[in-house]
């Protein structure tokens, strides 16, 4: 049996209102060059601007956003970034504007690299 019509109505009002005023959580991914930062979002996402590369050679450009579900409802914000190690990349003005907008990381690392200080440097001052 369906809700009545006054209660459905309720519920449509207090979600709209929640949409209007609740910040919408981003996830910021995070990591080196090839470690799967894009392949993340687009699995959880279904997004094909997120471009998956083959794992030796940088695909992201520049940093983007992908929502979730879509723009118009999204509940969750992806952040993809550039791939730390990369050539000619300094990741001084991303740490500084994503560190303030998003509210979790999702680090990548890749299963056999054992070379981690690259990653663990800039997450300690993000962390300060």
Same mark, same amino acid.
């Given at each position: 049996m369906p809700p009545p019509a006054d209660a459905q109505d309720a519920l449509e009002t207090d979600l709209q209102q929640l949409r209007q005023t609740a910040p919408v959580p981003a996830i910021w991914l995070f990591g080196k060059t090839g470690s799967g930062k894009s392949?993340?979002? +687009?699995y959880l996402t279904g997004a094909e601007a997120a471009i998956v590369g083959e794992g030796y050679r940088p695909e992201t450009k520049s940093s983007q +956003?992908?929502?979730?579900p879509n723009t118009l409802d999204r509940l969750l914000t992806?952040?993809?970034? +550039?791939?730390?190690?990369e050539a000619s990349y300094d990741p001084t003005a991303d740490i500084a504007h994503f560190d303030g907008t998003t509210q979790l990381m999702l680090v990548t690392v890749r299963a056999g690299d054992h070379a981690l200080q690259g990653i663990l440097e800039p997450l300690q001052r993000i962390r300060r």
């Open positions: 392949s993340v979002i +687009r +956003r992908f929502d979730f992806f952040v993809d970034t +550039r791939g730390l190690g």
